[in-house]
Every structure is written in C-alpha cells, then in structure tokens.
C-alpha cells in the first residue's frame, strides 16, 4: 500500500542556516506531492506542492526537489527563520477522491 | 475570509461515553475530510464528503466512528462508546472539488484535541 515517511523525526538549524527536510514514498505511481507545515496548536497549512512530471519548484525561500528514480522528496527552506519553527509533513494524493497519505512529520527547530 | 472552524477545542471524556465533533467548513467548500493526529505521527485519513454523494468511509478506524454532513455544510463526527486509544486531534479540511486531475488545496482546521480517560 501507499505509505510516505520522513528520514529524520527531528531537526535543529541556526538562525540564517538553510533546511533540508526529506521525504521517501512507496508508491511509484503517486503524481502529486504536497509539503504541510504544522505549528504548535494549528492545523496544517500548506506551503508547497510538486506534480510527478516535475522534479523542481521553487516559491518563496522555499524549494521542494523530487527523485522518481528513488521515491524521495526534500523541502529546501532558504534562510531558516525563528517563524519557520513547526512540524512538516509531505503527503501525497491517497486516491481519486484527494484524500492525503501524510508522513510522520519532522520537526524543525530553529536556534537564535 | 473565514477558515475552517471546529469545535469544541478540546474535549475530555470517560472512556465508553459518545462524543460528537463539528467542523464548519470554508463557504463554497463542496469537499470536507476528516482525519486524526495520534501524539507524535502524522494525518490518518478518517472519512471524505464531497456534494451529496456516497460518503468515502474507506478510513473509518471501526463501526464506533461515523460522520454525517447536513446540507453540504457543516459535518460531524461521532465516536461511540470511546476508547482510550481514540485519544488524539481531529483535524477537519475542506476544499473546492478534486477531479479532473487537478488538485485543489485542503484548508485545514485547527482541531479538537480529544482525551479519553
């Protein structure tokens, strides 16, 4: 079955520094990805997203980098910021319905 | 405009009692999602509404969980005769309809936090 998980549960960055949190899928027939950021008591909230015929989009101070070949998804945070504290998820479209399959998360701390 | 709101925030109840959760979604949302955050892991897809069709019930956990959405808005979840391992956040999410190999963004409520005693 479709499952998507995180590499690392948690992550500790310097203020200014750059962040990278990964991502690894099962299913190689996914086609669409999103990232989710969580903060402490919300919700998610979208940040970006990336469709299985591109391997690179960028927003803003944001990136996020597919690998078909190796079913692994990375979210580049540009500049890490005090503000981007929170637990991220990727997930991935669970069906026609858009229901989504969410990893674990990471969460990502970010040191003054 | 207004987001999605769920209420109540947080909700403590005695293991075997029923409890019922509302989300309200965005205004014009014909799509409503149900999932739950266990401490520490990600979103489980629990139950999905769009317009007046079937239910997509595929991630109901037990026959204790059930939904209803009245009038293709508001919509709640009741848990019968809870279990301590019921205990977690609800998350409610809404969106324009999917199909048509688009994907429209899921609007996410803050959820309630659900302890089972």
């Known amino acids: 079955g479709e499952s998507v998980g995180l590499h690392l549960p948690t992550l500790s960055v310097q203020e200014g520094d750059n962040s990278i949190i990964n991502c690894a899928y099962s299913n190689s027939a996914s086609d669409y990805f999103i990232w989710y950021k969580q903060e402490s008591g919300k919700g998610p909230q979208f940040i970006i997203d990336i469709r299985s015929n591109m391997d690179k989009r960028q927003g803003q101070r944001v990136t996020v980098l597919l690998n078909k070949t190796v079913k692994h998804l990375s979210l580049q945070i540009a500049a890490t910021q005090p503000g981007d504290s929170a637990v991220y998820f990727c997930?991935?479209?669970?069906?026609?319905?858009?229901?989504?399959?969410f990893g674990k998360g990471t969460k990502l701390s970010v040191k003054p | 405009g207004a987001g999605v709101s769920q209420s109540p925030s947080n909700k403590v109840t005695e293991k075997g009692k029923d409890v019922e959760l509302r989300c309200d979604p965005i205004s014009g949302h014909t799509a409503l999602y149900w999932y739950r955050q266990s401490l520490g892991q990600g979103l489980e897809f629990l139950i999905y509404f769009q317009g007046n069709s079937a239910p997509d019930k595929s991630g109901l956990p037990s026959d204790r969980f059930s939904a209803e959405r009245t009038g293709g808005s508001v919509s709640t979840l009741t848990i019968q005769r809870t279990q301590q391992e019921d205990s977690a956040v609800y998350l409610c999410?809404?969106?324009?309809?999917?199909?048509?190999?688009?994907?429209?963004?899921?609007?996410f409520g803050p959820g309630t936090r659900l302890t089972v005693l």
């Open positions: 997930a991935t479209r669970g069906g026609s319905q858009g229901n989504l399959i």
């Open positions: 999410a809404s969106s324009l309809p999917p199909g048509g190999g688009s994907y429209n963004e899921q609007f």
